[in-house]
């Protein structure tokens, strides 16, 4: 935790302190909370994170920082972009150009469903976790299939679920019975 006040404290976010970020799990949620303020406004932090590629081309992680980013704030040319990005770096064998193609194609929502498809098909042979799939129905807006993903996820001790309480994707479940009951059983500090 002191290593987390310690890189809050530094001031502006850079590409160094975000690679620090991410990799030290626990301190997604300044990385989030740094999310939130390019939300609001603040366009800092995808320069950030583009210096952050620049420096790290092959990080998946950023990538997919910058894909929801974009997300969130309705830039979906540019989120599908980032997304044909991060579906190279994680092993399929088409080009981004390809990807980015496709995504131009079928539109955002449609990768986005292509992505959940591919995830649980590959399932059947590797690890996938259900955060994954979980948050990419969270970009769908798609709040029973996430809660279900989200409870998987729970059952399976999945990576990622101690991010839970500050991503801005589940912002439009914080009303929600389930997911509340899901904050009370992770028992997160107040």
Do not use: C
């Not at 994170?49 to 990080?59: C, H, M, Q, T, V």
């Not at 309705?74 to 991060?86: C, D, K, L, N």
């Amino acid at each position: 935790m002191q290593a987390i006040r310690k890189w809050a404290s530094v001031g502006p976010l850079s590409a160094q302190s975000l690679v620090h970020v991410v990799q030290h799990p626990d301190a997604a949620g300044h990385l989030r909370h740094a999310q939130r303020k390019f939300i609001s406004g603040n366009r800092e932090f995808v320069e950030e994170l583009r210096k952050a590629i620049d420096w790290e081309p092959s990080f998946k992680f950023t990538h997919v920082e910058l894909a929801d980013v974009y997300a969130l704030k309705g830039m979906f040319q540019e989120a599908a972009s980032e997304w044909a990005r991060v579906e190279v770096l994680g092993g399929d064998t088409v080009t981004p150009e390809q990807l980015a193609a496709v995504h131009d194609t079928v539109g955002y929502k449609r990768s986005q469903e292509l992505f959940i498809e591919r995830q649980i098909a590959s399932s059947k042979r590797k690890y996938r976790s259900p955060m994954n799939i979980a948050l990419a129905y969270a970009r769908l807006g798609n709040a029973e299939q996430v809660l279900t993903w989200l409870e998987e996820a729970y059952r399976q001790r999945a990576p990622g679920l101690s991010g839970l309480k500050v991503e801005p994707l589940f912002d439009f479940l914080r009303g929600n019975p389930r997911f509340q009951d899901l904050l009370r059983r992770m028992n997160f500090p107040d």
